[in-house]
Nanobody
């Protein structure tokens, strides 16, 4: 049974940094494309960043380009999201997702709150 569990969320002041982690168990992590999504209160879930299975290709939503960095460690079966220069509008529940051709597996999410 595949499980994804996010960690690293919390409360941070604007301009600060956080590093989110997503630990996978079960399945073959190294074969999955992985991504981060987020959902702010009252808004739809939105794409944040994605990384292909060999870390050779990454994608970012335009609003996060230059502030967020997605990475992965296939040996540790862990996905990361380094978030710098955080803004209050980055406040959301952050989810990791993964799968071979689509995002089949999802974690329960971790709350990130950025205070002004």
């Amino acid at each position: 049974q595949v499980q994804l569990v996010e960690s690293g969320g919390g409360l941070v002041q604007a301009g600060g940094s956080l590093r989110l982690s997503c630990a996978a168990s079960g399945g073959t992590f190294s074969t999955w494309r992985m991504a981060w999504f987020r959902q702010a209160p009252g808004k739809e879930r939105e794409f944040v960043a994605a990384i292909m299975r060999n870390s050779d290709t990454t994608y970012y939503a335009d609003s996060h380009l230059g502030r967020f960095t997605i990475s992965r460690d296939n040996a540790k079966k862990t996905l990361y999201l380094q978030m710098n220069s955080l803004k209050p509008e980055d406040t959301a529940v952050y989810y990791c997702a993964g799968g071979i051709a689509s995002y089949t597996y999802w974690g329960p999410g971790t709350q990130v709150t950025v205070s002004s």
